[in-house]
């Protein structure tokens, strides 16, 4: 699998609090058979837990559905959350997103923000795109902060001379 190719993993769930737990079981099951760590896995469990109860909470009046996606790479997992429910054209939405800015004060994030700031803590990236609804992209690269391993022969161990 070269650097763009991924496997494309996606759920469409009712937008009700009961579906959050199945979608937190899916990422721990994608996560685990991708190598992931344990920690790193309940890091991702938290982050898309805290979208997907965004998206209850938030994105409808009365009773609507959310997207999932998780795109496997050789060296990351992207999970992507929308809150419209919709199939969506993942490279469509991934050139119209923007950072979300962890770094602001929490009293500047508006509604659903301290969500958003704990996503960002948890996760390596976190994107979105508010257009058309709220699409959040949540990356966590292998290997912890996506740098290459043993890069140049750097990490490697040499014995020490007697």
Excluded: W
Excluded at 16 to 31: C, D, F, N, Q
Excluded at 75 to 90: H, K, L, T
């Amino acid at each position: 699998m070269n650097q763009n190719e991924a496997d494309h993993i996606v759920m469409s769930v009712p937008a009700k609090p009961e579906y959050v737990g199945v979608i937190r079981l899916t990422v721990s099951g994608i996560a685990n058979r991708a190598g992931f760590t344990y920690d790193e896995i309940e890091d991702m469990k938290i982050a898309v837990a805290e979208a997907c109860t965004n998206v209850v909470t938030h994105a409808y009046e009365d009773s609507g559905s959310m997207s999932i996606s998780y795109l496997l790479y050789e060296d990351r997992m992207e999970i992507i959350v929308a809150d419209n429910g919709q199939s969506f054209d993942v490279s469509k939405v991934k050139e119209h997103l923007g950072p979300v800015d962890a770094n602001r004060p929490v009293g500047d994030l508006k509604e659903g923000g301290l969500g958003l700031f704990l996503i960002s803590t948890l996760m390596d990236k976190v994107e979105i795109n508010d257009e058309s609804g709220i699409v959040l992209v949540m990356t966590k690269f292998l290997h912890g902060d996506g740098v290459e391993q043993n890069v140049s022969g750097l990490g490697q161990t040499t014995q020490p001379e007697q």
